[in-house]
């Protein structure tokens, strides 16, 4: 029996690190030496670094010995170029104090390489000096991180954008937009039909039903219902939901059908219908950890909300939402775990111009009523934040990519209403 739909509001649709490192002014020891004491101190009290790079430059000093260096620098987390040149200019003048004067790699008798990390809990620089044919030697140091968040005012180059599709009383699962002939149409998948809402072109912008297509299905839905809807090219989108499946007819014939089928094969895990797929827990709300197929040589995960895949030079990163509340990261080979992070339990990747080209979104619950979202970058194996939070006024209870992976759609349950809203959430660069 089809449900008549239910009340809405209608909204405006969606309208049409390596860092760069500086060579460095050549200092005289005087010249280094005020830098050091004068210029420093303000800096670094400024930035919230502290003595770090005079720590490292004392080690560096005690492993190296005096002489000429050449040093490289490279980020490895979420500092802006202006801040890392500062950085390194900094670190320079602390080498110079302690002996060791940098130079070009054929003027100099060894090298320092410094990478500058951090991780959720604290900011890490490294760095590995080589003389000669002799063997690593590695100088490290570290600091926490402050409670208020990173200690750059610039350290968050990106910039979460979000607009507001679409409200209803009833629970949303899934939104998508997509573009037909005649229009923009919002697709909204509930636990009992996908409803078709057409943009009409008028001064208020409404969205308005032009079709509702039915769910049928013989398996009783888990309470906390999670469903998934995926566009497709030789026909219109498919629909995961627990035990069932459902897909539309071929674009070519109308009028356009749903043909839903029980089902327990595994969902895609991104948009694309080629790529992993997991199998979810028909009864509950959450995948069971069991991949089809693996990721390298990895075929079962603990089991999780959702998941991610981040692109690397040479294999794909992925991160999983476990529903203990901890992160995995998973590369093929290498199961690494990270815990004590206050995330929630959804993540998307979502593709953009910038820093590394993809950003992790990561709900966070600091807040049992409202929620937040926040973008990451994971350069080694690490979380950086690299956007400040958008805020929420109630929970995300679904955040599924886009299928073109240029954005995510979030599902928000208002605390005040409690009516669902469907945001697009995209990336913008911030500097």
């Not at 930035?47 to 260096?69: E, M, V």
């Not at 200019?89 to 060894?110: F, N, W, Y």
């Not at 030697?137 to 926490?144: F, H, M």
């Not at 219908?273 to 603990?302: E, H, Q, W, Y």
Request: aromatic share 8%; proline share 6%; glycine share 8%.
């Amino acid at each position: 029996m089809t449900k008549p739909p239910s009340a809405t509001r209608y909204n405006q649709p969606i309208p049409h690190m390596r860092a760069r490192t500086s060579s460095g002014l050549r200092l005289g020891w005087l010249t280094s030496f005020l830098l050091a004491t004068v210029f420093l101190p303000s800096f670094l009290s400024a930035s919230g670094l502290g003595d770090t790079p005079r720590q490292l430059a004392h080690k560096i000093a005690a492993a190296s010995g005096p002489g000429a260096f050449a040093l490289e620098v490279t980020n490895r987390s979420s500092l802006d170029d202006k801040s890392v040149r500062e950085v390194r200019s900094a670190l320079e003048a602390e080498l110079h104090v302690e002996g060791v004067r940098t130079t070009k790699a054929e003027q100099a008798i060894g090298t320092v390489e410094v990478v500058l990390s951090e991780s959720l809990r604290e900011y890490v620089w490294t760095a590995e000096i080589v003389i000669g044919s002799d063997e690593k030697r590695v100088a490290l140091t570290s600091l926490p991180r402050s409670p208020t968040g990173t200690p750059f005012a610039a350290t968050l180059p990106i910039v979460l954008k979000t607009t507001l599709l679409f409200t209803q009383e009833h629970p949303m699962l899934d939104v998508a937009l997509v573009e037909m002939p005649g229009g923009s149409r919002l697709l909204v998948l509930d636990d009992g039909m996908v409803a078709i809402y057409r943009h009409q072109g008028n001064p208020a912008g409404r969205w308005e039903l032009e079709a509702s297509l039915p769910i049928a299905h013989s398996r009783t839905f888990p309470r906390d219902l999670r469903g998934r809807l995926l566009l497709r090219r030789d026909h219109l989108f498919d629909v995961y939901l627990p035990g069932t499946f459902c897909r539309t007819n071929s674009i070519a014939v109308a009028p356009l059908t749903l043909t839903c089928n029980d089902s327990d094969d595994p969902w895609p895990l991104t948009p694309d219908d080629g790529g992993v797929r997991a199998f979810f827990a028909s009864a509950r709300n959450f995948f069971t950890g069991a991949l089809s197929p693996g990721i390298g040589k990895v075929t079962n995960v603990p089991s999780f909300y959702s998941a991610a895949a981040l692109p690397r030079s040479s294999y794909m990163l992925w991160a999983f939402a476990a529903v203990d509340g901890s992160l995995h990261l998973v590369d093929g080979m290498t199961d690494q775990a990270i815990r004590g992070a206050k995330w929630g339990s959804d993540l998307a990747a979502v593709h953009s111009s910038c820093g590394t080209g993809t950003q992790l979104l990561v709900s966070e619950s600091g807040d049992p009523e409202h929620d937040g979202l926040r973008a990451f970058e994971i350069p080694d194996r690490d979380p950086v934040a690299v956007s400040s939070a958008v805020e929420f006024d109630g929970r995300i209870v679904a955040l599924w990519p886009e299928s073109s992976g240029n954005g995510a759609m979030a599902i928000v349950k208002r605390k005040d209403t409690g009516w669902y809203e469907a945001y697009r959430v995209s990336v913008s660069c911030g500097n």
